[in-house]
């Protein structure tokens, strides 16, 4: 049942996308050897991260045709406001969809002033500007007709995976404001009411271009593509970590329906991904992480409440 709703979810989306922006462009990674750091939504000290991030140093490449539509360089005095970004460029895909690539180090701006940008065309080389503690680049996709950020794995497809989600830990807090961790190995008792379950789940670093073993998944910045919970069976949260979509000056994620993101990302580093009421009695809570790849890990725990 569980995996059918996920399919389900997976199918609405990919609907909402082709509905709201027609076909999709085809799009590629900017970089074949860059070793993904932090991945789109991400925990970012209580706010979603909006952009994969890659440790590189080679050039970054277009993800797809298009135009120049915007170009920030080193230098650049237009604006003395900070640029977290650094130096970074913003390529025009058509229909609303728009690629940005930031923390350059060099660009080619000026090359495509004039001329179309093709796909896999070098843009700029991976750098270390803006706010940035790492030699790399940011990747983002943003369509300005429906206002939403795009994880770039839904597009575009994931990259080689070969790290299992690991749930590191689950939390339970009531409606008084009060954490109780959960040991898979022991019932818990517990009063009835309304809970929230922050999950903290993550997928450690794939080894990448002969770089040898990745982070363990304690300090990956890798995070799952869906996040689902159930009670007795019965799906009581599903976070779906595709797009953000930002409404009146308002960034809105989607769990069970579009929610504010400070709902979700309040509980740095983990993720709340349902809220629900138990009821006396036996209770089984099951925690599912899925990753873009369709590897799944999940845990379960056995709830007495009274």
Not at 193 to 207: E, H, L, M, S
């Amino acid at each position: 049942m569980q995996r059918m709703q996920r399919m389900q979810r997976k199918l609405i989306l990919i609907l909402m996308m082709c509905a709201a922006g027609g076909a999709l462009p085809a799009l590629d990674w900017p970089s074949q050897d860059a070793l993904l750091t932090r991945s789109f939504g991400w925990n970012n000290q209580g706010r979603p991260a909006l952009a994969a991030v890659f440790e590189a140093a080679g050039p970054v490449r277009a993800a797809g045709a298009g135009e120049l539509l915007y170009a920030r360089q080193n230098g650049d005095r237009a604006s003395r406001m900070p640029a977290p970004l650094g130096d970074w460029i913003a390529v025009d895909h058509g229909d609303g969809l728009i690629s940005i690539y930031g923390h350059l180090g060099e660009s080619r701006a000026a090359a495509f002033s004039q001329e179309a940008i093709g796909t896999g065309e070098i843009i700029g080389m991976a750098g270390l500007s803006g706010w940035s503690r790492q030699q790399g680049f940011s990747f983002a996709l943003y369509d300005r007709k429906e206002r939403w950020w795009i994880n770039p794995s839904a597009i575009i497809g994931s990259r080689e995976d070969t790290g299992q989600p690991v749930i590191l830990s689950v939390l339970l807090q009531d409606e008084e404001g009060r954490s109780i961790a959960l040991d898979s190995r022991r019932a818990l008792a517990l009063s009835q009411g309304r809970y929230t379950v922050q999950v903290n789940a993550a997928i450690p670093q794939a080894v990448q271009a002969g770089r040898g073993a990745g982070s363990s998944a304690g300090d990956s910045g890798l995070v799952p593509y869906t996040v689902v919970v159930s009670v007795n069976g019965t799906e009581v949260g599903a976070l779906s970590l595709e797009t953000f979509s930002a409404r009146d000056g308002v960034l809105m994620a989607y769990r069970n329906g579009r929610v504010p993101v400070e709902t979700i990302y309040g509980p740095y580093p983990a993720l709340e991904a349902a809220d629900f009421w138990l009821n006396r009695g036996l209770a089984d809570l099951e925690i599912i992480a899925q990753d873009r790849a369709g590897n799944e890990r999940s845990l379960s725990y056995r709830l007495q409440v009274e």
